[in-house]
C-alpha cells in the first residue's frame, strides 16, 4: 500500500508542475513581473517573522532578569545584568542599556533618552512592512493589467467567422493574471494585518517594561 502511494505521489508530482507551468506560460509576460513580486512578498514575509521573534525583540529570560533589576540595583548586583544589556541583540536589551547607561539621573532625562532610542527601536520593528504594502498594492494592478492586455489582443483578433470557442479559451487565460496577481496579494494582506497587530503589541509590551526600569534607574529612586 505504502509503495502504491509512493508511486501515485510520484506520478501526479509532474502533473502538478506542468499544470503550474502550463498556468504561467498562458498568462504572459506580465507573469515575469507578478513572479518577481511573489517572491518579494515572500522574502517580506519571511524577514518579518525573523525579526519579530522573541529572541529579537523581548527575549524572555532578559525580561525575567530586568524584572528583577530593581532589587539587584538594591544590593548593589546589577553589573551582571547591565553588562548582558550592554551586549544583548535585542530591542529590549538595547532599550534597557540605554536607562541603565543614564542611571542616577532625573527621570525626565532618563525617558527622554529612552524615548528617543525607543522610536529608532519601532521604525526597525515596522522595517519590511512597506514592502508589504507595495506588494499588496501592485500584485492586483499588475495582473489586472496582464488580463486588459490579454483582452486586447483577442479582440484585435475578431473577425466575423470566429470561433467562439477558442475566445473563451483565450480570455480564460487572460484571466490568468489576474488570479495570480490576487493569490499574490491575499497572504501579504493577512501577513501585514498579522505583523502589525504584533508590533503594536511588543511596543505596548516594551513601554511597560520599560516605564518599570526608568522608575528603578531615576537619582531619588536611587538615593533614597
Given at each position: ?19 503550474a507551468w502550463d498556468?504561467?506560460?498562458?498568462g504572459g509576460i ?22 519579530l521573534s522573541p ?170
Amino acid at each position: 500500500m505504502f509503495e502504491t502511494l509512493m508511486q501515485t505521489s510520484a506520478g501526479a508530482t509532474p502533473g502538478i508542475v506542468q499544470t503550474a507551468w502550463d498556468f504561467l506560460h498562458k498568462g504572459g509576460i506580465f507573469m515575469i513581473p507578478l513572479g518577481i513580486t511573489s517572491v518579494v512578498g515572500a522574502a517580506a514575509i519571511v524577514y518579518k517573522f525573523l525579526s519579530l521573534s522573541p529572541a529579537r525583540v523581548i527575549p524572555m529570560e532578559f525580561e525575567k532578569q530586568l524584572n528583577k533589576f530593581p532589587e539587584l540595583a538594591a544590593g548593589g548586583a546589577e553589573a551582571g545584568l547591565s553588562k548582558e544589556a550592554e551586549n544583548g541583540a535585542s530591542a529590549l536589551a538595547r532599550l534597557a542599556a540605554n536607562a541603565i547607561r543614564h542611571r542616577g539621573k532625573p527621570q525626565s532625562d532618563i525617558t527622554a533618552n529612552v524615548e528617543a532610542s525607543a522610536r529608532l527601536e519601532v521604525a526597525r520593528l515596522y522595517s519590511g512592512i512597506g514592502v508589504l504594502d507595495i506588494v499588496i498594492t501592485v500584485a492586483p494592478l499588475l495582473g489586472l493589467l496582464g488580463t486588459a492586455s490579454g483582452l486586447v489582443t483577442i479582440f484585435q483578433g475578431l473577425s466575423d467567422a470566429a470561433d467562439h470557442l477558442a475566445i473563451a479559451r483565450g480570455i480564460a487565460e487572460a484571466l490568468n493574471t489576474t488570479i495570480f496577481g490576487l493569490a499574490i496579494a491575499v497572504p501579504c494582506v493577512i501577513a501585514h494585518g498579522y505583523f502589525t497587530r504584533r508590533i503594536e503589541l511588543l511596543t505596548v509590551r516594551l513601554e511597560s517594561l520599560l516605564a518599570d526600569l526608568t522608575d528603578a534607574c531615576r537619582g531619588d529612586s536611587i538615593n533614597g
